[in-house]
Antibody, heavy 118, light 112 residues
Framework: QVQLQESGPGLVKPSETLSLTCTVSGGSVSSRSYYWSWIRQPPGKGLEWIGYIYYNENTNYNPSLKSRLTMSLDTSKNQFSLKLNSVSAADTAMYYC??????????WGQGTLVIVSS | QSVLTQPPSVSGAPGQRVTISCTGSSSNIGAGYDVQWYQQFPGTAPKLLIYGSRNRPSGVPDRFSASKSGTSASLVITGLQAEDEADYYCQSYDGSLSPSRVFGTGTTVTVL
């Protein structure tokens, strides 16, 4: 059974960098069959796709976040990561990592809440 | 701002049929991209409900069905049950800039 678990600081100051890691078990981030995604959800609002990374480190980012976003893979730890710089209160959200297969997310992490506040 | 529009809420009595629409455009659903549907209960991660516009993953009850036509898609719950009360999101790809995934605005289903 594939499981994903997000980790990272729950509080980030405005203008700083938000960094999150997703640890995958029961599957491999080196697999050519899947993309590894990030999705976020501001409190009380809808879902927003952030982007994904592929096993060869090719990425596809949401155009609205692209200038601030970096994703990476660590195959030795079976993890993938997200860095979003110059954050503001608008980046406060529940952040989910997920496995994407053929355009849909079949496994999701439980999510981690990140609050941007001084 | 989402490019896929859903009604904010729909409601129905137990046993009734409810339909959730997902309206897009020629750059997403109308371009032929598949539509997915997710179900989300409060405080939990979304769960895949429909993929490939009309396919149910193993374990999803057959009272959930979906279709796509033109620039829109629909999710139908036939025989609404109390445990179906949740938020529902459609999702597709949009090719207007670089192909990127987009979610719908979300619909809350209330069982009366």
């Amino acid at each position: 059974q594939v499981q994903l678990q997000e980790s990272g600081p729950g509080l980030v100051k405005p203008s700083e960098t938000l960094s999150l890691t997703c640890t995958v078990s029961g599957g491999s981030v080196s697999s050519r069959s899947y993309y590894w995604s990030w999705i976020r959800q501001p409190p009380g609002k809808g879902l927003e796709w952030i982007g994904y990374i592929y096993y060869n480190e090719n990425t596809n980012y949401n155009p609205s976040l692209k200038s601030r976003l970096t994703m990476s893979l660590d195959t030795s730890k079976n993890q993938f990561s997200l860095k979003l710089n110059s954050v503001s209160a608008a980046d406060t959200a529940m952040y989910y990592c997920a496995r994407e297969f053929s355009g849909y997310d079949d496994y999701w992490g439980q999510g981690t809440l990140v609050i941007v506040s001084s | 701002q989402s490019v896929l529009t859903q009604p904010p809420s729909v409601s129905g009595a137990p046993g009734q049929r409810v339909t959730i629409s997902c309206t897009g455009s020629s750059s997403n659903i109308g371009a032929g991209y598949d539509v997915q549907w997710y179900q989300q209960f409060p405080g939990t991660a979304p769960k895949l409900l429909i993929y490939g516009s009309r396919n149910r993953p193993s374990g999803v009850p057959d009272r959930f069905s979906a279709s796509k036509s033109g620039t829109s898609a629909s999710l139908v719950i036939t025989g609404l049950q109390a445990e179906d009360e949740a938020d529902y999101y459609c999702q597709s790809y949009d090719g207007s800039l670089s192909p990127s995934r987009v979610f719908g605005t979300g619909t809350t289903v209330t069982v009366l």
